[in-house]
């Protein structure tokens, strides 16, 4: 039986019910009408020997069918309700990761964001050299004649005080000496 089924019945054995609690509440009046019959007195009787027990019969059947709704009732809510917990823990999965990627997010940006610091700075840098290197070139060579013969003998590996700043800026730039 499905629900609409349910209701229709159970709204069938309310009125039932009800018309036989009704039908109690008159019978004083059915116990006038009797003895005005001839005969009507046994009727009366059984009427009300069978009134109780045709109450609780109905009462019963009512009840049964509110059980029975309500427990259709009980087991879609309790349905829904684990739709509910599945998609908030789907939810909040969902946030966790979103959390996580926002964190490794900010963590690339920042590590992006000091790379791009200091490859500006070596680029500044090597505008200067470069701008260096062309006031040179325009002048007619270097400021000292001995700085630029040093400059071509130093080994590519060597240290020193110029060595940082004469380094090619790809050589600063990936660590290298």
Partial sequence: MNDAALKAALEREERAYEDLVRLRASLGTMLAAAIRRDGGLPEYEQRTRDLPLLIRSADSRRTELKV??????????????????????????????????????????????????????????EMARLERLRSEELSGGPQSAGAGSEREEAPPGGEGTQESAERPWWRRMLGQR
């Fill in 68 to 125: 029975e709704l309500l427990s259709r009732q009980l087991k879609k809510a309790e349905e829904e309700q684990r739709r509910e917990i599945e998609a908030a823990k789907r939810a909040a999965t969902a946030l966790e990761e979103a959390r996580r990627s926002y964190a490794r997010a900010v963590s690339v940006e920042q590590k992006w964001g000091s790379e791009m610091r200091r490859l500006e700075e070596l680029r500044r840098e």
